[in-house]
């Protein structure tokens, strides 16, 4: 368990008032919902609904830097098939054991669901289920997350994914941000200069993780409870 990552249900009701995403949704009752947690968390997952598009706009929408700045309060967003390596990046490492986990556990979690499809083909939904501590929870799983600013198109969250599918040649569904214009908090690299390098081999200084951060700029996604 990670408790840095989990969000009690009340604070997570408060960021994200439940009138405006499950309107025409058929969610299990929220109010048995204790925590929020990554989907990767999750022990068992018993119940899955697909987001609505203005649902997940809404989530997107809500997404601020670390210092607080809106970033994608008035964008619009499109999810899309993507060749990853078309993307650049502004992450210097991959942790082997993340895409690992990515590619031995991930599907396993949609075994007793009628989903067809791998890794790059998921799209958005919620997970209801339970932890290792039998409390009752809830995931939102996003696809990759990608800004784009000008001509280039930015992995915000979903590196390991990204990855995967680079390189087996494969397309992958992403959520496109279109026209970002809070500054990135990375410069842009292409994949040639990413290095794979085990967990306990990542730098404990999260400056020397990115290319020139600005950490100010980080996207909060702890907000929202996902862990790309």
Known sequence: MRPEWEIPADDFWTRFSPDRFNHGLRLPNLNTVQVILPLRDMKEVESIVPMRRNTLAYFISRITTLDGQPVFADNEIEMLKLDPRLLKIGQKFAYRENYVYLLESVTDIFDEFMITGGL??????????????????????????????????????????????KNTGMVINAVVVKNVTTPFPCSFHTWD?????????????????????RKNLFRDLKFLGIDG
Do not use: T, W
């Open 120 to 165: 790059g083909e998921l799209g958005a939904f919620f997970a209801f289920g339970r932890d290792e501590n039998e409390r009752k929870c809830m995931a939102l799983y996003i696809p990759p997350i990608i800004e784009q600013h000008g001509a280039d198109l930015v992995i915000m969250d979903g590196i390991h994914r990204d990855y995967i599918i």
């Open 193 to 213: 200069e990413l290095v794979v390098i085990s967990l306990n081999e990542k730098p404990k200084d999260i400056n020397e993780r990115y290319f020139d951060l």
